[in-house]
């Protein structure tokens, strides 16, 4: 998971993020991307042409990222370091922050599986 | 034996307008019991706007049933748009303007000569001055013994003659005419003799004389501006044709009940007012109702008694017709209209044409679009020659023909669908040419009232609106459409088009 996260460096706290820090975060990232596509595609993409746009695509890709960056943030800072909201420090905010950007970048790969499964959005975001 | 061909034979200015409004009918994907319809028009005004308009209406339809059914198995697709072949029209070339006058016509002044003074004595007692001095280019105006002598032509020409090498022996024959006027009275009953008339020596004959014939005869339904006729402006005196009428009902029961097997008579007490033109291009008269309910005795003929293949196997040898409808109310909408399937056909094309005018070509360039992608059309779709036909039928033709139907002008008018989301109502009538494209807005309300006292279904609430959804609807069944192989992308679209508005008509209405 270390080199998953190349972009983030906490060497103080090494031995959490490398314990279960990486992979908590690595499990958020995973299971609400799959969430937020699967609505999109699954559930939204059979039901109704409504969200059947790019403009709306891209709406669940920046709720998808908020959705991540704040439940890293919660469980990351509350339940693996233990923190109180107010003493997060630096680092977890960072990691949140990056998960984030990687669960956009998910959350497109997913799309292009998710999208063949869709009655309605099947050429969202990209026609092939 | 496959079904058979009607040869359907429309006589003068009524009869182009009924076989228009049997284009719209048949457009509508009514079922016919024919395998296909082969138009004979018949007018001495080659060019009568009528006569024109008709042809447009029929290359249009055409080119759009070639584009989707050519190749495509009979009994397939039946109740689709455009599903019945309808062949280019035949015109019987009897042009008025080569005989000039019936005096010319009838080489009058070589019966001075010796021996022909009794002749010439009967033609002057048939005759007045007027009628033998009457140029034949616009028509008879009304006068049916000029008519009859004219017409005798229509046999010897190209058409007729290709019509009888073609006739097969379970064809059938419908004539469509009116009999007020000068050609349609004229046309019928000779039509009727030819056909009967075991010793003419046409080309299959036998079959010909034995063919199962109807006749739809249209009584007087409009009157014409008489302050012209009595300025000498004008031949057509709109104030005979009652009288007119009579004598030709007279004649018929006389002459003709015994020779024609199935007749429609079709006509309305409640007039329609036009402006009175001898003919040629500025006689267009607008789509009245009852060439709406001729037209439908057409299509009530193929269903007559199907399995008969000659006169002989019918059950009843003649039968005789009459339209009516129950309530006598100025506007006739879809719940005025037999609860057969025709209300319910139209209200389909009806939901069709506004998808095409107003949507279709936002949805061809929609390149996220799910049925779009799946039928795998071309970006440039909506420029390629399908669309555009379909486009064209849409807004040249059928809204026209609507709007027309509905014109104060008409004593009875047909309203079945709110002509208010026509926006250039003004200048389509106005328009000579009548090629201009009728110009539409419908918005997602509207799309809930287009049906004339019949709302569609609404489920919207406090907190849900509705709407009509076709793109959503096409979708939904592309890929059912896919699976059916036709390996035609035209049929794909249509047959989508087809089954998507019959679901939407089925969640939004109950006739």
Known sequence: ??????????????????????????????????????????????????????????????????????????????????LSFGSFYFEIWLFAIINSFYAFVFYILLSLIFKRLSVFSKFIPVKF | MSKPKLYLFAIGGTGSRVLRSLTILLASGIKTNTEKIIPMIID?????????????????????????????????????????????????????SDYGTLKEMVGYNSLDAKGFEKTRAFFDLLYSNKNKDMPLEKGFLGNPNVGSVVLKNVVESNAFREFTQDFSQNDRIFVISSIFGGTGAAGF???????????????????????????VSVLPYFQVDVDKF?????????????????AALAYYNRNLKHLVNTMYYAGDTRQSNYENFEGGIEQKNPSNFIELTAASSILDFLDYDVNANTKEDLQISSKFFEYGITTDIGVVDLSHIKKDNLSEQLLHFHYYNVYVSNYMKDAL????????????LSSNYHNQNFFKELEKFATVH??????????????????????????????????VSDMMPV????????????????????SSNFFKKDYIKYDEEFSKIAQ?????????????????????????IAERYVL
């Open chain 1, 1 to 82: 998971m270390e080199n998953f996260y190349f972009l983030f460096e906490d060497l103080d706290n090494w031995d959490v993020w490398d314990e279960k820090g990486y992979l908590i975060g690595f499990i958020i990232l995973l299971v609400t991307s799959l969430v937020i596509t699967a609505v999109y595609y699954l559930y939204l993409g059979r039901k109704s042409m409504r969200f059947s746009t790019v403009g709306k695509w891209f709406l669940f890709s920046v709720v998808n990222f908020i959705l991540v960056f704040v439940i890293t943030l919660i469980i990351e800072g509350l339940t693996i370091f233990e």
């Open chain 2, 44 to 96: 001495t005004d080659i060019n009568n706007g009528d006569v024109e308009k008709c042809r447009n209406i029929i290359k249009n339809y055409n080119d759009i049933h070639n584009a989707i059914y050519n190749g495509v198995r009979e009994e397939e697709s039946q109740g689709e748009f455009f599903r019945t072949k309808i062949m280019p029209p035949k015109e019987l070339n009897v042009s008025g």
């Open chain 2, 189 to 215: 009953p000779l039509l009727m003799n030819v056909f009967r008339d075991e010793n003419s020596g046409l080309n299959n004959g036998n079959y010909i004389n034995n063919a199962i014939i109807g006749g």
């Open chain 2, 230 to 246: 009595n300025a000498g402006e004008s031949a057509i005196n709109s104030g005979t044709f009652i009288t007119k009428t009579k």
């Open chain 2, 365 to 376: 360039t929609d390149e996220k679009l799910a049925w779009r992608n799946e039928l795998k």
């Open chain 2, 398 to 431: 059928y809204y026209r023909w609507l709007l027309e139907a509905s014109l104060d002008q008409h004593d009875r008018k047909f309203l079945p669908f709110d002509n208010s989301i026509i926006v250039n109502r003004e200048e389509i009538l106005k328009d």
């Open chain 2, 439 to 458: 110009k539409v807005a419908v918005d997602d309300k509207k799309l809930f009232t287009l049906v004339t006292g019949i709302p569609a279904k609404n």
């Open chain 2, 480 to 504: 059912k459409i896919l699976e059916l192989h036709y390996g035609n992308t035209e049929r794909n679209v249509h047959t989508l088009l087809n089954q998507g508005i019959k679901n939407i």
